[in-house]
Each structure stands twice: as C-alpha cells, then as structure tokens.
C-alpha cells in the first residue's frame, strides 16, 4: 500500500536515493560541504564546462533509482514517469524560468518505432503537467541513428554525439528568444544533453538548463 497513486511504498522510498543538500550547480550531483552563496561545481563540470546555465537530477543513478530507470526505458513501465515528473520538479524548481518551454531529448525514429516510446519526452510531459510550462516534444530531432553508448569513455561519447541532433526546423520559432529546459532519464557524461544544448544555442534559444531524473555519480 501507499500513501498515494503511483507513489513508493516505504521499502522503495527508503532504498531510493533521493538528491538533496549541496549540489554542483551544471549537473546536480551531490557535493560535499554546505553552500556559499557562491556557484559550486564537481570535478566533471569544472574540467568539461557545460554549454548549458544550470543543471539538476532528482535521483543518483543507483540501486531503486536505477531499477526504476531501467524499468521506464526498457521494461515498458511508463507510469513511472508520472511520479518522477513531481520528483524533478522538485529538483529543477531553481531553474523554473517565466516563459521556459521544456523540450526531451529525442530518439532517432527507428529507436522509436522499438521502444513505442521516448521515456525522456514521458518525463518532459510529466514535468511540464507538474510546472505549468510548456513542452514541445519535437522540439529537437535526431537524423543519424548513432551506436549504444554502454561501455564508451566520455571521449569516445562526446565524438560519437558531436552535432548529431538538430532544432526541428519547424520549431525554431519555439525556442528563439526563449529559456529552452532540456529533459533526459539518466545523465552519464553530459555528451548527449551537450549535443541537445548546442542544438538549442544553433535555434537561437536565449539560455539553455538541464534536468534529469538520476545522474550518475562517481564512488566515493
């Protein structure tokens, strides 16, 4: 039993590992310390500098969290998007911008045809239904299928991901002028959102943030 629809029971809530205190300001991953007042950054986003403002993840990208994720983007679960559309919002409410239009990043269309679903455009309709903001599902597209980034270096994901997803050109008018916040599942080393950002910055979006339900953190 739970306390809600689609909610945890407390076995699950208690294995879940929620993102809360101190985080680095580009991506979210937990730090140590309290804040400053001042920007902070982990070792990842200082020695690789986003193209993107702000970022934050509601979960770390193990135990529960990644059965959940694994379960929404592989094991046709996509009711867990409704509760993690409450949990982002949480996380991503110091980013919440007047006039933001949410946008996932997309799946090349064969990838779509298999899945019979974007997980990540799931959470970006959750999210907006939670914020209020508007969500354009195709607000980017991908016309090159590229390889399973499982088991690549960051350097060989970033090489991989390089200019590979596109404004959708009759959707430029969307992002033009506008705070683009980009939704994905799970943010490994950034390559994909980085691609995703480059794409918004080429449609002529006017600041760019990122929010993703679990990221992946180094161990202690």
């Known amino acids: ?127 907006a239904r939670e914020t209020g903001l508007a969500f354009c599902p195709d607000l980017l597209v991908r016309p090159e299928r590229t390889t399973c980034q499982d088991g690549k270096t960051a350097a060989m994901r970033f090489a991989d991901l390089a200019g590979t997803i596109e404004p959708h050109p009759k959707r430029r008018h969307r992002m033009a002028g506008r705070a683009v916040l980009l939704v994905d599942d799970v943010m490994t080393s950034g390559a994909t959102l980085t691609a995703c950002a480059e794409a918004c910055r080429a449609g002529g979006a006017r600041e760019i943030y990122v929010v993703t339900l679990a990221r992946v953190a180094k161990d202690d």
């Open 1 to 127: 039993m739970v306390d809600s629809d689609f909610g945890l029971c407390g076995a699950c809530w208690r294995d879940t590992p929620f993102i809360g205190g101190t985080v680095c300001d580009a991506c979210g991953v937990p730090l140590p310390g309290e804040a400053d007042g001042f920007r902070l950054e982990c070792d990842d986003c200082m020695t690789m500098p986003r193209p993107w403002k702000q970022g934050r993840a509601a979960l770390i990208y193990k135990d529960r969290a990644r059965q959940m994720v694994l379960a929404l983007k592989h094991g046709d679960r996509p009711e867990i998007a409704h509760p993690a559309g409450l949990w982002m919002a949480r996380a991503a409410r110091p980013l919440l911008r007047q006039g933001m239009v949410i946008a996932p990043v997309p799946l090349h269309w064969s990838r779509l045809l298999k899945r019979r679903y974007n997980q990540s455009a799931l959470l970006g309709q959750a999210l």
